[in-house]
């Protein structure tokens, strides 16, 4: 599916597939954490079994400013993480969203549109 970005000067999903997702037209076929402002960068998280507390820290390593919001996309279909792994972005009030990658993209950009701070974590596949 093809998306058009609103703004050019964030970093928004220009399109995805079952395996790879496309961030301002450039091809990702690994998973990968996405804000508006700091871009894209890879997820060493491979498939959503594979989920621990440390995976979900990771997301906040590379940004200058904490997410109001993390969007967990989580493959091919809806999958909820057990709580106890999203205690630390619980802690520091981070509020956490679940829903299967393609929806996370789609919504991903109208929060980055609108100026939010969102991370997107994006597992493709699986």
Known sequence: MKLHA??????AI?????????VNGERHTRSLLLSATEGATPWDCHRFA??????FDQLLQPLTEPPELVLLGSGSRLRFVR???????????IGVETMDTGAACRTYNILAGEGRRVV???LLGD
Do not use: E, S, V
């Not at 220009?14 to 496309?22: C, F, L, Q």
């Open 83 to 93: 709580p106890a792994l999203l205690q630390g972005l619980m802690a520091r009030r």
């Open 6 to 11: 609103d703004k050019a000067d964030r970093y």
């Open 120 to 122: 997107a974590a994006l």
């Open 50 to 55: 594979d989920l621990t507390a440390a995976h």
């Open 14 to 22: 220009t399109a995805y597939g079952a395996d790879w997702i496309a």
